[in-house]
Nanobody, 124 residues
Framework: QVQLVESGGGSAQAGGSLRLSCSAS????????VAWFRQAPGKEREGVAI????????DYANSVKGRFTISQDNAKNTVYLQMNSLKPEDTAMYSC?????????????????WGQGTQVTVSS
């Protein structure tokens, strides 16, 4: 049974940092795409960052480029999202998703495996 578990969410002040983790069990992050999505109240879910595990391919939404970094730790079978220079508009529920895809997708539909989400709240 595949399980993705996010952690690391919480509260931060504008300009601060948080690091989210997405750990997998029953599933190996090897040559699969892992994406972080977020959804703020009243807004649609949006893709934030994507990584092809086992490689160097990453991609970011324009809204977080230069501030967020997605990375992986093979030994821990975990993908991270380092969030720096946080802004109040980064406040959302953050979820990770994973699947073996032909290419990384900013859409939610292609991903079969999802975590339960972790809340990030940034105050001004």
């Amino acid at each position: 049974q595949v399980q993705l578990v996010e952690s690391g969410g919480g509260s931060a002040q504008a300009g601060g940092s948080l690091r989210l983790s997405c750990s997998a069990s029953g599933y190996t992050y090897s040559n699969v795409y892992v994406a972080w999505f977020r959804q703020a109240p009243g807004k649609e879910r949006e893709g934030v960052a994507i990584i092809l595990t086992g490689g160097s391919t990453t991609d970011y939404a324009n809204s977080v480029k230069g501030r967020f970094t997605i990375s992986q730790d093979n030994a821990k079978n975990t993908v991270y999202l380092q969030m720096n220079s946080l802004k109040p508009e980064d406040t959302a529920m953050y979820s990770c998703a994973a699947d073996k895809l032909t290419w990384g997708s900013w859409l939610t539909a292609p991903y079969r495996y999802w975590g339960q989400g972790t809340q990030v709240t940034v105050s001004s």
